[in-house]
């Protein structure tokens, strides 16, 4: 990742957090420490945002929870070209008057592009993707109750009782924080709980997941390979990657992004 690429990632989440750890900005920009360290000085230097102990803070912090992983905004610049790519492979196993599942997150906010002209009843927890359903196609959109977390532009909720609950989707659609022979992973409880019930709703489990997120691993499980149907992912992920989703049956597209993909924006 280029130096300007960093520091703009870096001023987001700042943005977003007002505050963000060396910790956190190694794992999400995947970049030495003495590199971050390095940033964080220039930005400083520049008065673009303030240096303290463990990470960096907004020159205005405000207080609010947050979700761990990487928000909304910031993601959407990352791995475009892939994920439109994903995002067209997906849409292709998809067939009209179908009912599904479309789990928040940037990678599944490419698939709305590709669902013009289906007739479908769409169940989802994410206000971009319901937004750009509406203003898009004439598909069905429900969305769940819950409490708005503004970095991940999802609804959440801790209650059993939700509209979940009342919907049946032919396919799951869903991004995650890391894939690998353990399982699917996410790396905030909220957003466990929130996928294990609507893995409960749904017969067919489709992970759509850039080759990076192959590499990358969390405490928190979702659920195991064998609950998995198909993983898109992109044409850089590695035989070695791919083999213990192959034992475990499960149907592998590998999608490659073309030029227009990796020129567009997730918007």
Request: aromatic share 4%.
């Amino acid at each position: 990742m280029l130096e300007r690429e960093r520091h703009h990632l870096i001023l987001k989440l700042v943005e977003e957090r007002s505050f963000v750890g060396v910790a956190e900005l190694l794992e999400l920009l995947d970049a030495s420490e003495a590199t971050i360290r390095r940033d964080i000085n220039t930005l400083a230097e520049r008065g673009e945002l303030r240096r303290i102990r463990g990470g960096a803070e907004a020159l205005r912090p405000r207080l609010q929870s947050h979700l761990v992983g990487m928000p909304f905004s910031v993601s959407q610049d990352i791995a475009v070209g892939q994920k439109r790519a994903i995002a067209r492979a997906a849409a292709a196993l998809i067939n009209k008057g179908e009912s599904i599942i479309i789990n928040g997150g940037t990678t599944t906010f490419a698939l709305v592009e590709f669902l013009a002209d289906h007739d479908l009843d769409v169940l989802t927890n994410s206000f971009p993707i319901a937004a750009k359903l509406l203003a898009t196609s004439r598909n069905r959109i429900t969305l769940p109750g819950g409490t708005i977390y503004r970095e991940q532009n999802i609804v959440l909720s801790p209650f059993s009782n939700d509209t979940i609950d009342n919907f049946w989707g032919h396919k799951l659609f869903t991004g995650c924080y890391g894939i690998n022979r353990f399982g699917m992973m996410e790396a905030d409880p909220l957003i466990v709980q929130a996928q294990t019930k609507l893995l409960k709703r749904t017969e067919e489990v489709i992970v759509m997941a850039d080759s990076s997120k192959l590499r990358q691993k969390s405490a928190m499980i979702v659920t195991g390979l064998d609950r998995i149907s198909t993983i898109i992912t992109d044409d850089e992920a590695r035989e070695e990657e791919l083999e213990a989703f192959r034992t475990a049956g499960i149907k592998i597209i590998l999608a490659k992004a073309t030029d227009e993909d990796s020129q567009q924006k997730l918007a």
